[in-house]
């Protein structure tokens, strides 16, 4: 669903019925900055950006896009890996950063009602201010909106004690494709009143419709957590450590990196944890309330080290360490990012990540001898990010060509292990053509009529999810 020119600026001056024109931009540099997302390999070509201020604006846009057939990219934070937002075929950009209030907060039910376009570290730090706490977090929390983290299910770093985005929206409201608004489940707890169609909404990736606001339950603050960094000298090894460490204390993290990925950060300013170099690292994040769980945590490291699945550690004596020790995790996406990587966002069952491993391990040795391939992520939840970096000398095609075939037998092994194609980025452009892995062709049609049901026309964030 391409515009044809002499058309556009009438249908862009035909908005101003319902939006204000500052609100209606296509001058280049919006239609660059808005058209696309943390991925840099499509050409962002919208035919306009358009910020809706009010529900109602956005009700009268997609109204007005269905009478005109025009394709709507609903856009957030843009901080996605999955080219779901990205728009290079003549949409409007839908940008929710003007719907930005926090609307309600209620003690009683700890909950809180925003705007989509709200950023999530405005949200954490509002239940902070009211002593409390919203624990879906990741590294692009300074940019990252609430609709956005809604339309990926965004996971992040805490998955392993809090969940994902999903586990904590108790109410949507939505306009969908036909240019209905739907109030979706209202903060309710309990209602077993049939189909729960805000879940339909979370991880749909726009194509559904527009999430405008949201309510979203908040919890009690972590207490006083401690950071542990482990040198590890194998894959194998970090998963002991996760029986152990998992039994024992009370885990809010429990993730991994390679010596490869720590290098890159370390190239950024920052400092090994230890002198000691090992192939791989875990951090772990536990609750030490009076510091009365550090002994069993120095406990669980001696009995380690004796069985030989660590060398050496580091366990964080401050906050402001313990933020040190997380930057040598969360910024490793940043530190890569001008090498654009080929990202893989997979998702095992916890107990199936070793024997993925080890076959993935000897997969990717044999097929990128000459590729940087670093893997990191959340493995505590069974999530694994595994990035190809590309070599100066090899153009972007040739580059992207070699890893999608390479994926194909990645996740080819991810399938006979009943894996995800994607753990937490979302499908979007870049795993549309591996759906098919995760899902099978009943499952996909299915996936269909509810797009079809929501979204007759078609003009919701056309050409993603589905091929
Ligand atoms: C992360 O865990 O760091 C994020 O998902 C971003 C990435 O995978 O690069
Ligand atoms: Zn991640």
């Known amino acids: 669903m391409t515009f044809h ?39 962002p070509n919208p035919l306009a950006v358009v910020l809706p201020g009010t529900v109602e604006e956005a009700q009268a846009l997609i109204r007005y896009a269905n009478t005109h057939r ?3 990219v609903p ?51 509002f239940a902070r201010e009211h002593g409390l706490y919203y624990p879906v977090d990741f590294a692009s929390r300074g940019s990252s909106q609430i609709g956005g983290n809604i339309a990926t299910n965004a996971g992040g770093i805490k998955v392993i004690r809090y969940g994902l985005t999903r586990d904590w929206v108790t109410g949507l409201k939505v306009v969908t494709g036909r240019g209905d608004l739907l109030n979706l489940n209202r903060g309710l707890i309990k209602n077993a009143s049939g189909y729960d169609l805000r879940h339909l909404f979370i991880g749909s990736e726009g194509t559904l419709g527009i999430i405008v606001e949201a309510t979203l339950k908040l919890t009690r603050p972590l207490r006083e957590p401690s950071v542990l960094v482990l040198g590890v000298p194998s894959l194998d090894s970090i998963m002991s450590l996760y029986h152990i460490f998992r039994n024992k204390l009370e885990l809010s993290a429990f993730e991994f990196f390679s010596e490869k990925a720590l290098r890159h950060v370390l190239n950024k300013g920052l400092h090994r944890p230890f002198e000691a170099q090992t192939d791989y690292y875990t ?42 020790l997380w930057r040598l995790r969360e910024d490793i996406s940043e530190s890569i990012a001008g090498y654009q990587p080929y990202k893989n966002d997979i998702a095992l069952r916890i107990s199936r990540v070793p024997a993925f491993l080890s076959e993935a391990d000897a997969l990717l040795s044999r097929e990128y001898p000459d590729f940087e391939v670093l893997w990191y992520g959340h493995i505590g939840d069974g999530n694994l990010h595994i990035n190809i970096l590309k070599p100066d000398d090899l153009d972007s ?11 194909e037998q990645l996740f080819a092994a991810l399938q006979r292990h009943g894996g995800s194609i994607s753990a937490e980025h979302g499908v979007g452009l870049l795993k549309k053509p591996y759906l098919h892995y995760t899902r099978d062709e009943t499952e996909i049609s299915y996936l269909r009529a509810i797009k079809k049901a929501f979204d007759p026309n078609g003009i919701m964030n056309p050409g993603k999810i589905f091929a």
């Open 75 to 125: 856009s957030g934070g843009r901080t996605g890996l999955s080219a779901g937002a990205v728009a290079c075929q003549g949409e409007i950009v839908v940008s929710m950063e003007r719907m930005n209030q926090i609307l309600d907060f209620d003690p009683t039910d700890r909950s809180v009602t925003c705007e989509a376009g709200v950023i999530t570290e405005v949200l954490q730090n």
């Open 5 to 43: 020119a002499p058309n556009a600026v009438a249908l862009l001056d035909g908005m101003q019925t319902f939006i204000e024109p500052a609100y209606v931009r296509s001058d280049p540099d919006s239609c660059l900055n808005y058209g696309r997302d943390w991925t840099r390999l499509h050409r």
């Open 283 to 324: 951090l772990i994040e536990f609750e030490n309330t009076d510091g009365l769980h550090t002994d069993m945590a120095l406990n669980l490291f001696e009995h380690c080290a004796e069985q030989g699945w660590l060398t050496d550690g580091v366990i964080s004596q401050s906050e402001a360490q313990a933020q040190e």
């Open 397 to 407: 095609a040739a580059f992207a060509k070699k890893c999608g075939s390479v994926s």
């Open 70 to 72: 025009l394709a709507l």
